[in-house]
């Protein structure tokens, strides 16, 4: 059985004879304790750490050692050495490459049948899944294009010489200025329009460096909250791979939303803006003059939801500026590039080299040099725009092909009942709490230089802004008066919907993903009939660095918390390398948790690797703990989470 390598241990509460091992002794008992600290200290200046309980850390961590879970997607680079024998597609490689420089991506396999594929790689799923990887699921395959370098009259497309245009890495075909194309994506249709305010419309104000236009609706006819930031502080220490930030938000003024609250696990919609310097980066390349880029203008539009977020779908005519649109309404650098924006970029493209490559792009032939687009790192709009920079597409014709930006959802981090119930909070404040890891990207410009997500950039910027006031002595809620764009999501969220009852749990989450937990287990400390019963596996990449709210999670953190660190793991150690391996080891509490009366089991954090990596270990408790096969255990864990005991929220 392929399983039987993954050993997991039999000890006194599991019996051969009894699949569903008792419940294991010496379960924490978790008490709250008031904070000595806390009376003495002034919250207006610092950041609680917890929630009103006492959050003392007893001076010691779990000792083993694992976090990061493993990319459990099949690599297209293997995939790719078993295709070498395979002839070279019709790509141009320079004279100084040298085989192995050559980039092994789609263009390599696109030019061979599928027959030829399945030669190599078998009848299974394997050669499918290698061809879904670009772009349209082996639409590739439609068409390559033929080299007709010999014909006298071929005069070849000149290569434009920017760095932009060198950061996409594109490889080309034969292509030449007379290259006839075929299947080219017809241009799209422009959906709006600018045009002058009338005479007797009132003086329009933007606050578009403050909070989105009022047009922004996540759920109509509720507006976008511009809660005020109460803290901020980084949780992370300097060295961590990547930075996450905590935040209080003041809701204090939320407006009531048919008696929907905020609650333990649920989530908000935070809706970012993009950064005024990409804002006006893709301005200047437009050449669109400074003083038309805030001045007032009527927007119609043909029909669509746009600019709202899920508005109706009807035409519009209101009243804005260029800059909101682009700051609050148009995802300027999360999306891949699509066919009809390159399309769009081709009709206003003066100089024939761009202006063939950009329909090459658009065309059947040059299908396989965008999938090679399509699945690199995100690309940007100014990127693309820099590659190609005799394209300058009137904005109306631009805004109709580019991506909505949408808002970015973020778990509390905490009970906000308890939050708002903290020792020392003037006024009767409101306040929920959220952690945000930062996101990060290679960046066109230069070698090292990295570029941040929307959502997260943005609330780095803000914590950042919060932060450094507060090491100058300024006040930044009074100074500053930063605030954070968001709403309170109104679709059900799995981990709020899921959690409550008095049984047994299991906590399992990596990164950011433990946000949500912490609220779940300063929740229960405040009910002693179910404060026990409770254990947490935490994955990170270093605890020293990594771990988020360390110390804050009671008096019995250490007893109920399994750390598993992957970067101080070394190899022959029996201890776990990955949060998956802690699961296999943690075999007897999980079984007796999801057998129990109201037991659940939780898992947050990334799908990719560690959710699959979990599901994998979860599955082989219930084969091993319960004497089952593969398909009576993927029945079980499809049982208990039709009944609401396994509960996974991953992205």
């Known amino acids: 059985m392929a399983t039987a390598t993954r050993h997991i241990p039999t000890t006194a509460t599991s019996h051969p004879d009894d699949p569903i091992p008792s419940e294991p002794k010496d379960i924490p008992q978790l008490a709250l304790q008031p904070s000595q600290s806390q009376s003495q200290s002034h919250p207006e200046q610092t950041s609680p750490r917890s929630s009103g309980e006492s959050l003392i850390w007893s001076g010691h961590s779990s000792e083993s050692e694992a976090p990061l879970t493993p990319n459990t997607e099949p690599q297209v680079d293997e995939l790719v050495d078993k295709l070498q024998e395979l002839p070279a597609a019709a790509v141009n490689f320079t004279e100084t490459e040298t085989p192995k420089q050559r980039r092994r991506a789609s263009t390599t396999l696109i030019s061979e049948s599928p027959e030829d594929i399945r030669r190599l790689l078998g009848d299974g799923e394997t050669a499918t899944k290698l061809i879904s990887q670009c772009c349209g699921g082996g639409c590739c395959l439609l068409k390559t294009l033929a080299p007709d370098t010999s014909s006298p009259t071929f005069e070849p497309v000149v290569i434009p010489d920017n760095q932009a245009f060198r950061s996409l890495n594109l490889r080309l075909g034969p292509l030449g200025l007379d290259t006839e194309l075929t299947n080219i994506t017809p241009l799209p249709s422009v959906n709006m329009s600018f045009e002058p305010i009338p005479s007797t419309e009132p003086k ?68 970012p803006p993009n950064a005024t310097d990409i804002v006006d980066e893709l301005f200047d390349i ?100 820099h590659a190609f920079p005799s394209s300058k597409p009137p904005l109306p014709a631009l805004l109709s092909v580019m991506n909505q930006l949408m808002p970015r959802f973020y778990s509390l981090s905490n009970d906000p009942h308890i939050s708002s119930a903290r020792s020392g909070l003037p006024g009767k ?42 090491n100058e002595g300024i006040d930044p809620r009074t100074i500053l008066d930063l605030r954070v764009p968001m709403f309170r999501g109104l679709m059900a969220n799995p981990l709020s919907r899921q959690f409550g009852g008095e049984g047994p749990m299991v906590l399992i989450g990596a990164g950011v993903g433990m946000a949500p937990f912490r609220g779940f287990i300063l929740n229960r400390l405040k009910n002693a009939n179910c404060a026990n019963k409770i254990w947490l596996i935490q994955g990170v990449r ?110």
């Open 204 to 271: 329009y104000v933007s606050a578009v460096h403050k909070e989105p236009p009022k047009y922004v609706q996540p759920h109509p006819p509720y507006e976008v909250f511009s809660a005020p930031v109460y803290h901020a502080r980084e949780l992370t220490k300097p060295g961590a791979e990547k930075r996450t930030f905590h935040f209080d938000l003041d809701v204090t003024d939320y407006p009531d939303e048919g008696g929907v609250d905020f609650k333990v696990g649920g989530a908000i919609g935070i809706c």
């Open 286 to 385: 437009l050449c669109i003059p400074r003083f038309v880029r805030d001045k007032p203008v009527t927007l119609k539009t043909t029909g669509g939801r746009w600019p709202t977020i899920w508005g109706d779908d009807r035409p519009r005519e209101l009243v804005t500026t260029r800059r909101e649109l682009l700051t609050w309404c148009a995802d300027v650098q999360s999306h891949p590039p699509t066919k009809q924006l390159l399309r769009a970029m081709a009709e206003y493209a003066d100089a024939p080299n761009e202006r063939k490559i950009l329909f090459y792009l658009s065309s059947a032939e040059g299908q396989a040099a965008f999938c090679d687009l399509r699945t690199t790192s995100h690309l940007t709009i100014a990127q693309l725009l």
């Open 429 to 470: 404040r409101r306040l929920i709490e959220m952690a945000v890891t930062v996101h990060e990207t290679p960046d066109w410009h230069s070698d090292g230089a990295v570029r941040t997500g929307v959502g997260s950039g943005f609330m780095e910027r803000t914590a950042q802004a919060f932060i450094n006031a507060e």
């Open 542 to 651: 270093d605890s020293m660095l990594d771990e988020i709210y360390s110390g804050e999670l009671g008096d019995h953190e250490a007893e109920i918390k399994r750390v598993v660190q992957s970067r101080k793991f070394h190899a022959g150690q029996s201890e776990a390398k990955y949060v998956q391996d802690e699961v296999r080891l943690q075999a007897d509490i999980v079984w007796f948790v999801v057998n129990a009366l109201d037991g659940r089991i939780f898992v947050c954090g990334s799908s990719k690797g560690m959710g699959e990596g979990v599901e994998r270990a979860l599955m082989d408790v219930a084969m091993q703990k319960g004497g089952i096969g593969e398909a009576e255990a993927k029945e079980f864990w499809a049982k208990k989470k039709e009944d609401g005991q396994y509960i996974a929220e991953t992205w």
